[in-house]
C-alpha cells in the first residue's frame, strides 16, 4: 500500500468511527422515546413506500420545485459511488468498478454521475436564486442558521463537484478515465490540458481536496440539516400506514401515570422523535398551513425545527445516567400560540416528503395542557362544560337534540330498533340553524328515496371530534363510549352522516374503541340513490358554484369526486374549482376545535377562502360540512357580500329533485 493509501486509510477509518459514535448518540436518543404503534406490519407496502416516496422522490416531484431536489438526491448518490471507487483505488492498489464489474457497469456510473452531477451544479444555481431572490413562502424563516446552513451545504456540494470534474478531467488525460463515458469531464479535460504542467499532481489535490470535503460532511450531517440523509429513508419505511386521520387513543387506566399528553422530549414515542431527524427543511407544511399563510404564529415546519434544535441540545443531559428533567416543551420551544393555532387541517400531513407527524405531536402537546395542566383557551370552558352536561358544544339541553325534525316523521331507532341506515344527524345538523336545515333536506331525501333509516334522537351525543382535537382526550372518550353503548343497541347495516368530522370518527377512530360500521358521508349515500335512480329528473335553473373541499372528507378520507359526481349529475349546476382544491384543499378553519375559538391573529382562515371563492366569480358555494358552511356564511357576512350563498350538497339536490314524492 501507499504512503497516500495507508494516510486515506487512516482518516477513512477515523471518519467513520466519529460518524458511527454521532449515529450512536442518535439512536441511543430515539431509544429514550416511549413505545409506538406497530410500525412494522404490512412489510410490502413499506418498502413500496420507500422506492415510491423516497427512490422516485413522488411527494418531492408533486411540486415542480422538487425536481431539483430529485437531481441533487440522485446526483449525490452517483457522486458517492465515485467517490467510494475512488479512495477505494487509493487504499487497494488496482481497485476499480471496470475491474469489478466490467466496463459496461463502470461505463453506466460514469456516465450517470458526470450528467447528473452537471444538473446538480444547475439544480444548485436555481436553488440559491429562489432561495436568495424568489424567496417562496416556504423558504421564509426567522432562524437564520437554517440559511445559513442550507447555503453553506449546497455550496459545498458545488465545490465538491468541481473537484469531481477536475479530477476526472485529469484522469481522462491520463488515460485512466473513458472520456465517452464522461461527456462533461472531458470538457474539463480540455480546459486542464496545456494549461497544467503536472497532470498527476493536479489529479491528486484535487481528489485530496474532494475526499477531505466528503469526510467533513460526514461528520457535518449529524449537526446540518443533512441529518435528514439518515433520518428521512427509515422515516418514509416506518410512516403511518393507512387513514391519516386518527389520533392515538390515550390510556387512562394506568393509575401510575403521573401526567397525562406530553410536555418534555421524552414524552414523545421513538417515532416521534424520528421525525425530528427526518425534516428537510422543504418549509412544504409551512407552504400550505392555513395558520401560517393567514399570518398565525404557527409553522409547522418551525415547531418540528424548534424540537429538533431542542433535541440536539438536550442531547447531553439526556444521554446521562440520571433521570431527564428537560424544558417543558411549550411554551420554551414550541410557542403556546402555535399549539392552539393548528386546525388539524392535516395540509402538512399532505405534503411532507418524509411524512413527518406534525398532527399527533401538536394534539399530544394539547392534551398535556388540557388534561393535566387544566389550561387551555377560556372560549373552550364552556364548550367542554356543555359537551360534558349536554353533550353537544352549544348551551342547548340534550333533550331538545331532536327538535329540529319536528313535523317531520322522522323514525326513531328506539322505535324501530332495526333498520338499514342509521342518520347520524350529528350537533350541527341538531342544533345549528344552518345545520338543522341541511338535516331537514336530508330526512326529505331519505324518505323520498325509500331508505329505511333511523336517527338516535336523544341518544345520540357529540361524536367526540372538538374535544379529541383540543386535547381533551378524556371527554372525547367519555362521548364515544356512551356512543357506541347506544348503537349497540340497534340493528342497523351502515351509517350515515352528513359531517366529515363525525364521518371521520366513526369510521376510523370509532373502531379504536371497538366499534366497528361501514360509515358514509352523505355525499356518497345520495349519489349511490342518484345511481340506483331513487332520486331522480335533478334540474335546477342554470346556476355556478364552486365546491369546497372538507380536509376531514377530502384530504383526510379521500372523499372527493363522489360530491362532484352528485353536484354535476343536477342539470344546470355549472361546477367551478378552487385552484387550491381536492387533496390540497385550503382549511376554512373551523377543524381542530377552531370553530370554538376566537381567531385573533392575522387574516381570519375563513375570509381568506372566501376571498378565494369570490375571486373565482362563483354565485354559490356548495358545501358538504356543516363548520365549512357556518365558516363561508360567517366570512362572507364579514364581507358585506348578501349575494353569495352556500349550500350543502343536500340542500341543492333536494331543490333539484322534481320528482318529489315520486322517488
Ligand atoms: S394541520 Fe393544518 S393548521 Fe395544523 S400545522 Fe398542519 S397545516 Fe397547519
Ligand atoms: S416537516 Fe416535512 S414538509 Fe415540513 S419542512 Fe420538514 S420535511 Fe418539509
Known sequence: MSVQGIIMLVLLLAVLAVFFLVARRLIRALMLGQPEENRLDSIGERIKSVVVFVAAQARVLSQPAGLGHFVIFWGFIFITLGTIEHILGMIVSGFSYRALFGDGVAGVISFCQDILAFLVLVAIVVSVFRRFVLKPVRLETDDPK????????????????????????????????????????????????????????????????????????????????????????????????????????????????????????????????????????????????????????????????????????????LLSDGEYQGEQIVPEVVSDESMWDCTTCGACLQECPPFIEHVQAIVDLRRYFVLTEASFPQEAQPVFRNMEVNYNPWAFGYADRANWSEGLDVPLASDKKSFDVLYWVGCAGSFDDRGKEVARAMVKLLTRAGVDFAILGTEEKCCGDSARRLGNEYLAQMLIDSNIE??????????????????????????????????????????????????????????????????????????????????????????????????????????????????????????????????????????????????????????????VQVRDIAEILLAANQNGDSG
Open 146 to 317: 437554517v440559511k445559513i446552513d442550507a447555503t453553506f451545504i449546497l455550496a459545498l456540494i458545488f465545490v465538491l463537484i468541481l473537484l469531481m470534474y477536475g479530477m476526472k478531467g485529469a484522469g481522462i488525460i491520463m488515460d485512466e478515465v473513458d472520456p465517452g463515458y464522461a461527456p462533461v469531464s472531458a470538457i474539463a479535460a480540455g480546459m486542464i490540458e496545456g494549461r497544467v504542467g503536472n497532470v498527476e499532481a493536479f489529479e491528486s489535490y484535487f481528489a485530496w481536496a474532494h475526499h477531505l470535503i466528503i469526510f467533513f460532511f460526514l461528520i457535518y450531517i449529524p449537526f446540518s440539516k443533512h441529518i435528514h440523509i439518515l433520518g428521512a429513508i427509515p422515516n418514509v419505511f416506518l410512516r403511518k400506514l393507512g387513514n391519516k386521520g386518527t389520533l392515538r387513543r390515550m390510556d387512562f387506566e394506568d393509575e401510575s401515570a403521573e401526567k397525562f399528553g406530553k410536555s418534555n422530549l421524552t414524552d414523545f414515542t421513538w417515532k416521534q422523535l424520528l421525525d425530528l431527524y427526518a425534516c428537510t427543511e422543504c418549509g412544504r407544511c409551512q407552504a400550505a398551513c392555513p395558520a401560517y399563510l393567514t399570518g398565525k404564529t404557527l409553522s409547522p415546519f418551525k415547531v418540528i425545527h424548534n424540537l429538533r434544535e431542542h433535541l440536539m441540545s438536550e442531547m447531553k443531559p
Open 486 to 643: 347506544t348503537m349497540r343497541k340497534y340493528s342497523f347495516k351502515r351509517i350515515v352522516t352528513a359531517c366529515p368530522h363525525g364521518y371521520n370518527a366513526l369510521k376510523v377512530e370509532y373502531p379504536q374503541f371497538g366499534f366497528e360500521a361501514e360509515v358514509l358521508h352523505h355525499s356518497q349515500l345520495l349519489l349511490e340513490l342518484i345511481r340506483e335512480g331513487k332520486l331522480k329528473d335533478l334540474s335546477v335553473e342554470k346556476s355556478s358554484g364552486i365546491y369546497h373541499d372538507s380536509c376531514y372528507l377530502g384530504r383526510y378520507n379521500d372523499v372527493i369526486d363522489q360530491p362532484r359526481d352528485l353536484l354535476e349529475s343536477i342539470r344546470g349546476v355549472e361546477l367551478r374549482e378552487f385552484d387550491r382544491k381536492k387533496k390540497r384543499s385550503f382549511c376554512c378553519g373551523a377543524g381542530g376545535g377552531r370553530m370554538w375559538l376566537e381567531e385573533t391573529a392575522g387574516e381570519r382562515i375563513n375570509e381568506s377562502r372566501v376571498d378565494e371563492a369570490l375571486a373565482e366569480g362563483a354565485g354559490q358555494i356548495f358545501t358538504a360540512c356543516p363548520f365549512c358552511m357556518t365558516m363561508f356564511e360567517d366570512g362572507l357576512k364579514a364581507k358585506d357580500n348578501e349575494e
